[in-house]
């Protein structure tokens, strides 16, 4: 018959020569090798390190945002970019920061320095933001 042609039979072939590289690298010559049993060492979250977007409520007075920069410092993370964003009331502003690429362990001592300073009110939002898309 007229077989199931060229693009299904390339991609068999693809799949074919990838699972071939796969086996090379794991060890596995010519048996198909199982990834989801291989030991693999998993790393600590608080060794992680990724950039964060904080969102939170402070006074909106003078010396704030310094207070702020002062606690997140303290704790080794680096501020990307800092902004006040709006007035949630006549008092409360809106603070958004992005910090650099930081590691989760001074991440979580930056938000708890935060939670203990005055200046301060709620943190709304921690994120971790992951850009890698960027380069793809």
Not at 7 to 13: D, E, I, K, N, Q
Not at 17 to 22: F, G, L, R, S, T
Not at 73 to 81: E, K, P
Not at 116 to 127: G, K, L, Q, R
Request: proline share 3%; with cysteine; hydrophobic share 40%.
């Amino acid at each position: 018959g007229q077989g199931a042609g060229e693009f299904p039979t390339a991609s068999a072939v693809g799949g074919d020569i990838i699972q071939a590289a796969v086996n090379l690298l794991s060890q596995n010559r010519g048996k198909v090798g199982c990834a989801y049993f291989a030991d693999k060492k998993v790393q600590p979250m608080a060794e992680s390190v990724n950039k964060y977007y904080i969102r939170l409520t402070a006074p909106d007075r003078t010396r704030v945002l310094a207070a702020i920069a002062d606690a997140i410092g303290q704790s080794g993370v680096s501020i990307r970019s800092m902004l006040q964003t709006r007035q949630v009331s006549e008092t409360q502003a809106e603070i958004v920061i992005i910090t650099h690429g930081v590691r989760q362990g001074n991440m979580d001592q930056a938000v708890a320095n935060l939670t203990a300073i005055p200046e301060v009110d709620v943190i709304s939002n921690v994120i971790r933001v992951d850009d890698e898309w960027k380069n793809a």
